[in-house]
């Protein structure tokens, strides 16, 4: 059979790994076959015993958070990454994309400037929310994301119930997900102003003004909601096991909902907290070791759905000015560049997670909840998204080296211990580590059940 290409390495899909090739014609999976040299090309990429993961997908990314960041560049932070697809966050600067301006304008910034493939989350301003939802579904966005703790009163406000069941309603409607950044606002600001005031600003305070009920009271507001609303509800960045049972047991129910957890909760603890100061600030905060434990139980038992990074490009000024009072620091931490290194080390080399399982919580259970029908799998008639990992040698993570504006990461002098070979995208090679990113290859604006 002729292809246009072919790739050949220890190919993982969803039900068996196996070595063998993959033959692509205009950007498509036309066939994967156990025989290598079954396919005849003109070019033929053998990665010999590297792992063919299907392009991995990251729901949770904040470009425009710092606008010095932009598509172009987190993009090809993505690519070097192994990221082949994500979806970007709507909480810009200086304008979060609350109608179908906004949202055109952010569309045709990917289509000029995107190396790999760019989905959006739109959201809604802070009064009348549900209003916009009907605009921005038909503009393209996957979902809508709104958070019950208020980050900005403009760009990222907290939503009211009224309107966060209004636009529940509606979005499901639409067929399209509501996704919260679940946290009580009552709570953590009388914590959070009672700490300021008794000057108690170390670091761990980030910690004890935001303990696990914060995150719990908002998770079950937003279940029992949802289930009224027959709502598609999405938790994002769940921190806390207890919010994960409260979610399966909505789940068992009926109701229809997914969680997510980032990478910086399973892999540190307080003590990172305590060590790195502002760099390991995050919202909700990184949790006690016994509560990471009991995270990390839901994932391997099947309680999470799938696995994100939260990517907030921030610079070291961002973080240093939080030296000596945590308060003042930017929360998030970049992860598009280091996520998946990082994972593959601690899923499948420290826990033996299966190749597959790794591929469904990186790339097709986002892929399936988003209805981004043509990604999420190396199967035939999918888009050929691919990344590649070579299993051995050891590198240093160097916060300096990021491609991302961001230079400062708990993870910086890390070591990892594979490597990401290859990032394919529609067929093109985006990134090798031989030759890195190809700044100029052209990426695609991704609709929902495209
Ligand atoms: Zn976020």
């Known amino acids: 059979m002729m292809v246009e290409k072919v790739v050949r390495g220890y190919i993982v899909t969803p039900e068996e790994n196996f070595l063998g090739e993959i033959g692509i014609t205009n950007g498509k999976i036309v066939e994967v076959s156990k025989i290598q040299g079954h396919l005849d090309a003109e070019t033929v990429d053998d990665f010999g015993q590297d792992y063919i993961f299907p392009g991995f997908i990251d729901t949770h990314v904040h470009c425009?958070?710092?606008?010095?960041?932009?598509?172009?560049?987190?993009?090809?932070?993505?690519?070097?990454?192994?990221?082949?697809?994500?979806?970007?966050?709507?909480?810009?600067?200086?304008?979060?994309v609350t109608n179908k301006d906004i949202l055109k304008e952010k569309i045709d910034t990917i289509s000029k400037e995107a190396v790999i493939d760019v989905a959006l989350w739109g959201t809604v301003p802070k009064e009348n929310g549900a209003a916009v939802v009907?605009?921005?579904?038909?503009?393209?966005?996957?979902?809508?994301?709104?958070?019950?703790f208020e980050t900005d009163p403009y760009r990222f406000p907290r939503i009211s119930d009224a309107d966060i069941l209004e636009t529940m309603r509606k979005a499901a409607d639409r067929d399209l997900i509501v996704a919260f950044h679940a946290e009580n606002d009552e709570l953590l600001t009388r914590y959070i102003e009672d700490a300021k005031r008794e000057n108690r600003v170390e670091s761990i305070y980030h910690n004890l003004t935001r303990p696990p009920v914060t995150e719990t009271t908002a998770v079950i507001k937003l279940l029992d909601m949802a289930s009224w609303a027959h709502a598609k509800l999405h938790i994002v960045h769940v921190s806390h096991a207890k919010s994960l049972e409260y979610i399966n047991w909505f789940k068992a129910q009926g109701t229809n909902v997914t969680a997510e957890t980032c990478y910086n909760y399973l892999l540190l603890t307080t003590e990172d907290l305590k060590k790195f100061g502002p760099k390991a600030k995050i919202n909700p905060p990184l949790r006690e070791p016994n509560e990471l434990k009991e995270l990390e139980e839901q994932l391997l038992s099947g309680g999470i759905d799938f696995i994100t990074s939260d990517h907030a490009p921030w610079q070291k000024k961002d973080k240093s000015i939080g030296d000596d009072n945590i308060f003042k620091a930017k929360s998030g931490s970049p992860g598009l560049e280091i996520m998946i290194p990082l994972l593959f080390d601690y899923l499948i080399g420290e826990k033996k997670v299966t190749l597959s399982k790794f591929a469904e919580l990186l790339a097709l259970a986002p892929a399936q909840r988003f209805n981004l029908n043509n990604k999420g799998s190396i199967e035939q008639g999918k888009d050929a998204d691919f990344t590649v990992i070579h299993n051995r040698g050891s590198w240093q993570i160097d916060e300096n080296e990021f491609i991302s504006i961001s230079d400062v990461s708990p993870f910086h002098e890390h070591t990892v211990n594979n490597r990401i070979e290859a990032t394919i995208v529609r067929g093109e090679m985006v990134y090798t580590h031989d030759h890195g990113v190809v700044e100029n290859n052209r990426g695609q604006f991704v609709k929902p059940n495209y």
């Open 134 to 148: 009907d605009e921005l579904a038909d503009g393209g966005v996957v979902g809508f994301k709104l958070s019950t």
């Open 64 to 96: 425009y958070s710092n606008p010095n960041e932009g598509i172009h560049r987190a993009s090809m932070a993505a690519a070097k990454g192994g990221i082949t697809l994500f979806i970007d966050m709507p909480y810009d600067l200086p304008t979060p």
